[in-house]
């Protein structure tokens, strides 16, 4: 495939710093995508790589749920709190509200 019809996935994640008690984490986000014929897909669903700053880390998924008014959870240690996923899923959208 010449470089002018390259596919660029690269900018499919990005990092939001975490920051409790004067120390600073990471969540990693990045979007799932499945493979198709031609190519392969977004499924709509985000891999999370939490480094939080006084828990250590841990992975889920947040995907969006049946109805598509919100999001849910799918597994992580069990001392990741709602406000900490609301912080991830605000910069999910607001990112995908500014790419349109």
Avoid: C
């Avoid at 010449?2 to 994640?13: F, H, K, T």
């Avoid at 939490?50 to 069990?78: Q, V």
């Amino acid at each position: 495939m010449p470089d002018s019809q390259l596919v660029d996935y690269s900018n499919e994640g990005f990092t939001i710093p975490i920051v409790r008690d004067d120390a600073m984490g990471y969540a990693s986000v990045n979007k799932m995508f499945y493979g198709e014929e031609d190519g392969i897909e977004d499924s709509g669903n985000y891999f999370i790589y939490l480094l939080h700053p006084e828990r250590g880390s841990t992975h889920f998924i947040i995907e969006p749920d049946n109805s598509y008014k919100g999001w849910n959870r799918l597994g992580g240690a069990p001392w990741v709190m709602d406000d900490l996923v609301q912080e991830i899923i605000n910069e999910i959208e607001k990112r995908k509200m500014k790419n349109g």
